[in-house]
Antibody, heavy 120, light 107 residues
């Protein structure tokens, strides 16, 4: 069974870059067949898909965040990462990493989530 | 961009009762709709994909139906562990998107 675990700073200052990493276990990112996503949830609110990456490095981003988002993959470490630049308080959220099959974009495995607060 | 709306926002029921949750899309998503359950402090869990297919390990009391723009998640008889927030998600159009959620709480 695939397991995902987010890691990274829980506090980021306004205008700085939010950086998170998701470590995948129980399966190899390099095996293909899956997209690796970042999804966020503002406090008490719904879910927002940020973007995903394939093991080859191909990326797909939500147009609403595209100008500030970079997702990268490190297959040697079985990890993928999120960078969100120029953050504001509106980026305060729980950030989840998740996986979905390439043929069916539904999110079947999720990390536990990590709260990132943007504050000075 | 497709917008999903869910109703009701909150559903207050007792254990053993039947829950009927609705998800409506602003334009057709064919059958490309999924449902998730989220409990406080936990990540969402996939329940249903492609409108009516239960994900691995999901009990039979959860069922999904619908196509086009109108979808329903039914919980035939609520168990105590079913009180949670439920989200729908479409994968028909870019980008994938979620509805605002329906909270099922204990009456």
């Amino acid at each position: 069974q695939v397991q995902l675990q987010e890691s990274g700073p829980g506090l980021v200052k306004p205008s700085q870059t939010l950086s998170l990493t998701c470590t995948v276990s129980g399966g190899s990112i390099s095996s293909g067949g899956y997209y690796w996503s970042w999804i966020r949830q503002h406090p008490g609110k719904g879910l927002e898909w940020i973007g995903y990456i394939y093991y080859s490095g191909s990326t797909y981003y939500n147009p609403s965040l595209k100008s500030r988002v970079t997702i990268s993959v490190d297959t040697s470490k079985n990890q993928f990462s999120l960078k969100l630049s120029s953050v504001t308080a509106a980026d305060t959220a729980v950030y989840y990493c998740a996986s979905s099959r390439v043929t069916k974009i539904v999110f079947d495995y999720w990390g536990q989530g990590t709260l990132v607060t943007v504050s000075s | 961009e497709i917008v999903l709306t869910q109703s009701p926002a909150t559903l207050s029921l007792s254990p053993g009762e039947r829950a009927t949750l609705s998800c409506r899309a602003s334009q057709s998503v064919s059958s490309y709709l999924a449902w998730y359950q989220q409990k406080p402090g936990q990540a969402p869990r996939l329940l249903i994909y492609d409108a009516s297919n239960r994900a691995t390990g999901i009990p039979a009391r959860f069922s999904g139906s619908g196509s086009g723009t109108d979808f329903t998640l039914t919980i035939s008889s609520l168990e105590p562990e079913d009180f949670a927030v439920y989200y729908c998600q479409q994968r028909s159009n870019w980008p994938p998107a979620f509805g605002p959620g329906t909270k099922v709480d204990i009456k």
